[in-house]
């Protein structure tokens, strides 16, 4: 048979008493605790009071002991002691998992091989950090100084002015005599020859090493059409307000890529109310220019033209001299790639070949579009470009048929999300490197078509205008670096370049990277040459270039944050002690560990090593006991006297003592009678109606809700984690239940009261 029924209580206290009225106060006085306001007698010697463990009991199987293994029960250690991995990781020690079980809260899991942020710091040595190069101004000049590197010169544009200095010297002394008088805009080369381009001035030459230059790219000159005739049409009509009969002079001229004329081509036809049919001999022109008299009324590559009169035209002059071949070609932007060298004024691109001419390529059909960067690969040529928010990267593929001598239009290679633009791309060994308004992104799987994957963007470096590689690194333009954390906002702003690695990636097409070399002042980074494995990069500020080299010092100081620890809980926590390791420090060399506090704003100076010599602290660092749910270490380096050396550090932990919430659990064992005598001189007898309230005890159970604890005169809230009944009598009189011992077992959820607290 079934048990069913709904449970209430119809009593605020449980007992009744044996004579007499209920107390006012029956807790503590009479009865010494209460589960929700219902009075107990406690069996004294079997209820426990015990705070509840808070660490499991660790085991590690591993074959080696590591930190794993070492008590939980203490102090519990955070340590890292590589860093090659590079930046962009706030979390020093997230919980260590499978990726997909943090993707959906964002949360991916650490690796203890990166770091948050740093400056003046190189990551990129296993097992440790150090200094970076130091870099002062070399050159300042007008804006738009452009760098290229041939054999081992450096060459520098400064405005209309080229000058160029050896990579062991670098003093630009020596200038490059052009015809130029406009600013050179673009610059290139291939090894053993630098081509800049100075727009209406055209593209000039210079060998490596020399002070001279020649026009290097000067349109093809066109021979003008040849064969004109003009004659009535057999039948037709014509619009007489535009070809009235008489004698009309037509005049027709070829035209080159680039809107260059020939000398026209003159003939007179009198018209007799029939359309006039014009034909010429068929030329390699681009287009010919049809006037009639003083008006343009056909422009085409079809060497005939019908005039009916329907053509209005325009209003122009037709030439009369030939300005083909003579003009030079106004390149703003050019670029040597696979054998190739590359030119643009914007919207087309030609070839300039070796002898000055100019072999047409292709002519955007958007006119405000404008090509500024490319480079090869091993099967095409990248060329790119913007119109406003929309960017079009291309592949170049030489002609089979003509081996290699001439260059197709581009085909589609890859496309960036609208609204992001491209400003420079580069090649290295199977990678593709693209700075765009948004930041570096890497581009892979290039095919035999030039075709590729574009991934994920990195976007703490804002806007990259320029990339350049370096064995398995790619150097990007790292503009205005301010990493001014709320705890730190007196660092300075700096010009400068970033570094990825390319052989190692922290996710799917994203690889490692970091800030690298800084200029002293603010900036936007426009350009990166790498000779012999040193950078050298220009910034520009308030409309002055300048070009940084590097000066043969480290960096006066440098910085690194691992990144924020919280020993994988969101408990609170108490900092106990820093230790940390390095190579012998260098006399005047000074290695500082500060934390920064869950507030994010108020940074604590834990110590600081300056004992020349020394590869570690004679004592860890006391960490000051300061409580948080987590911490951010900040580390400095600070260089030797002379500066010509800093400190190698390798490696750092911090423990702390985790502080969660403590718990109790309370076994309360109760007296379970039908009759019970209250404490005191003035006991009374009181009735426990057992099965009602044993119901009631177990309806809390089952629900678990928070339940009020009354302890004598402390109370509690806690919840019933299992109710226990130890029988001794087999039924009470009235054979209504089992009578004995009911234990609780109650988890409290408040904290006891503060001493003294309670009068």
Same mark, same amino acid.
């Given at each position: 048979m079934g048990f069913s029924r709904t449970f209430? #209580?119809?009593?605020?206290?449980?007992?009744?008493?044996?004579?007499?009225?209920?107390?006012?106060?029956?807790?503590?006085?009479?009865?010494?605790?209460?589960?929700?306001?219902?009075?107990? @007698?406690?069996?004294?010697?079997?209820?426990? /009071?015990?705070?509840? %463990?808070?660490?499991?009991?660790?085991?590690?199987?591993?074959? &080696?002991?590591?930190? %794993?293994?070492?008590?939980?029960?203490?102090?519990?250690?955070?340590?890292?002691?590589?860093?090659?991995?590079?930046?962009?990781?706030?979390?020093?020690?997230?919980?260590?998992? /499978? &990726?997909?079980?943090?993707?959906? +809260?964002? &949360?991916?899991?650490?690796?203890?091989?990166?770091?948050?942020? +740093? %400056?003046?710091?190189?990551?990129?040595? *296993?097992?440790?950090?150090?200094?970076?190069? *130091?870099?002062?101004?070399?050159?300042?000049?007008?804006?738009?100084?452009?760098? =290229?590197?041939?054999?081992?010169?450096?060459?520098?544009?400064l405005g209309a002015t080229l000058t160029w200095a050896t990579t062991a010297e670098l003093d630009f002394a020596n200038y490059v005599t052009s015809a130029n008088t406009q600013p050179i805009t673009s610059i290139t080369s291939d090894g053993s020859r630098v081509w /800049?381009?100075?727009?209406?001035?055209?593209?000039?030459?210079?060998?490596?090493?020399?002070?001279?230059?020649?026009?290097?790219?000067?349109? $093809?000159?066109?021979?003008?059409?040849g064969g004109l005739l003009a004659y009535s049409a057999g039948a037709g009509t014509v619009i007489p307000a535009n070809l009235p009969n008489g004698p009309v002079t037509y005049h027709v001229s070829e035209v080159d890529p680039f809107g260059n004329e020939t000398a026209a081509v003159s003939v007179t036809v009198v018209v007799a109310s029939l359309p006039i049919n014009l034909n010429w001999n068929p030329d390699t022109a681009a287009n010919f220019n049809v006037y009639r008299g003083g008006n343009l009324v056909y422009t085409g590559d079809v060497p005939s033209f019908v005039d009916d009169g329907t053509v209005v035209g325009t209003a122009k002059g037709y030439p009369t001299a030939n300005d083909t071949g003579s003009t030079p070609y106004p390149a703003t932007y050019i670029q040597y790639a696979k054998g190739h060298l590359i030119g643009s004024t914007g919207p087309d691109l030609v070839e300039i070949l070796a002898s000055g001419a100019i072999s047409f390529i292709y002519q955007s059909e958007n006119p405000s579009f404008v090509f500024n960067c490319g480079c090869e690969l091993p099967s095409a040529i990248i060329v790119a470009g913007n119109s406003n928010s929309l960017a079009f990267i291309g592949a170049l593929q030489p002609d089979t048929t003509n081996v290699g001598?001439?260059?197709?239009?581009?085909?589609?290679?890859?496309?960036?999300?609208?609204?992001?633009?491209?400003?420079?791309?580069?090649?290295?060994?199977?990678?593709?490197?693209?700075?765009?308004?948004?930041?570096?992104? !890497?581009? !892979?799987?290039?095919?035999?078509?030039?075709?590729f994957n574009i991934n994920p963007v990195i976007e703490d470096p804002g806007p990259v205008l320029c990339v350049q590689p370096w064995a398995q690194y790619m150097y990007f333009g790292w503009s205005n670096y301010a990493p001014a954390e709320p705890w730190a906002l007196d660092r300075p702003t700096k010009g400068g370049l970033g570094r990825a690695d390319l052989s190692q990636y922290t996710t799917a097409g994203v690889p490692a990277y970091a800030s690298d070399v800084m200029g002293l002042e603010r900036g936007i980074t426009t350009?990166?040459? =790498?000779?012999?494995? =040193?950078?050298?990069?220009?910034? *520009? *500020?308030?409309? =002055?270039?300048?070009?940084?080299?590097?000066?043969?010092?480290?960096?006066?100081?440098g910085w690194i944050e691992p990144g924020w620890i919280r020993y994988g809980t969101l408990e609170n926590k108490i900092t106990v002690e820093v230790d940390f390791q390095h190579k012998p420090l260098p006399v005047g060399a000074s290695v500082q560990y500060q934390i920064v506090g869950e507030d994010e704003q108020t940074v604590h100076d834990i110590g600081i090593n300056t004992s020349?010599?020394?590869?570690?602290?004679?004592?860890?660092?006391?960490?000051?006991?300061?409580?948080?749910?987590?911490? @951010?270490?900040?580390?400095?380096?600070? $260089?030797?006297?002379?500066? !010509?050396?800093?400190?190698?550090?390798?490696?750092?932990?911090?423990?702390?003592? #985790?502080?969660?919430?403590?718990?109790? &659990?309370?076994?309360?064992?109760?007296?379970w009678a039908e009759k019970v005598r209250t404490l005191g001189a003035s006991a009374k007898t009181l009735n426990l109606d057992c099965l009602n309230e044993l119901l009631y005890l177990k309806h809390l159970e089952k629900t678990g809700q928070v339940i009020k604890l009354t302890l004598g005169r402390v109370e509690l809230r806690g919840y019933i984690d299992q109710v226990m009944q130890e029988p001794t009598d087999e039924v009470t009189a009235?054979?209504?239940?089992? @009578?004995?011992?009911?234990?609780?077992?109650?988890?409290?959820?408040s904290d006891y009261p503060d001493p003294f607290s309670i009068v």
């Open positions: 209430h #209580v119809p009593f605020h206290h449980p007992w009744w008493w044996g004579s007499g009225g209920p107390a006012a106060d029956i807790v503590p006085w009479q009865l010494p605790c209460a589960i929700n306001d219902h009075a107990y @007698m406690m069996d004294f010697a079997k209820t426990r /009071f015990t705070t509840m %463990q808070i660490r499991r009991v660790s085991a590690d199987d591993s074959v &080696e002991p590591g930190e %794993q293994t070492l008590s939980a029960a203490g102090v519990w250690p955070r340590a890292q002691d590589n860093y090659f991995l590079g930046a962009g990781q706030e979390f020093l020690d997230n919980r260590f998992a /499978f &990726e997909s079980v943090y993707v959906h +809260s964002g &949360e991916y899991p650490s690796v203890r091989t990166r770091f948050w942020k +740093s %400056q003046g710091i190189d990551p990129w040595k *296993e097992g440790k950090f150090s200094l970076l190069p *130091e870099y002062n101004a070399n050159l300042a000049g007008l804006p738009g100084m452009k760098i =290229v590197m041939c054999g081992n010169y450096v060459y520098v544009s /800049f381009a100075c727009g209406s001035d055209g593209v000039f030459a210079t060998e490596a090493g020399t002070t001279t230059s020649v026009a290097a790219a000067t349109p $093809a000159a066109l021979n003008g059409i001598a001439t260059l197709a239009p581009p085909t589609w290679a890859s496309s960036l999300p609208y609204g992001e633009t491209i400003n420079a791309i580069a090649y290295n060994a199977g990678s593709i490197l693209l700075g765009t308004s948004l930041g570096v992104r !890497t581009g !892979t799987d290039a095919n035999s078509n030039g075709v350009q990166v040459v =790498v000779a012999n494995g =040193v950078p050298y990069f220009v910034t *520009e *500020e308030s409309g =002055v270039s300048t070009l940084w080299t590097p000066d043969g010092n480290v960096v006066t100081s020349a010599g020394s590869t570690t602290l004679v004592d860890p660092l006391d960490a000051g006991l300061r409580v948080g749910d987590r911490f @951010m270490p900040i580390i400095t380096l600070v $260089a030797s006297d002379d500066g !010509t050396q800093g400190p190698t550090f390798l490696s750092h932990v911090t423990k702390a003592m #985790v502080t969660t919430k403590r718990q109790d &659990e309370i076994l309360l064992a109760l007296v009235q054979r209504a239940w089992f @009578m004995g011992t009911v234990t609780v077992k109650i988890i409290t959820l």
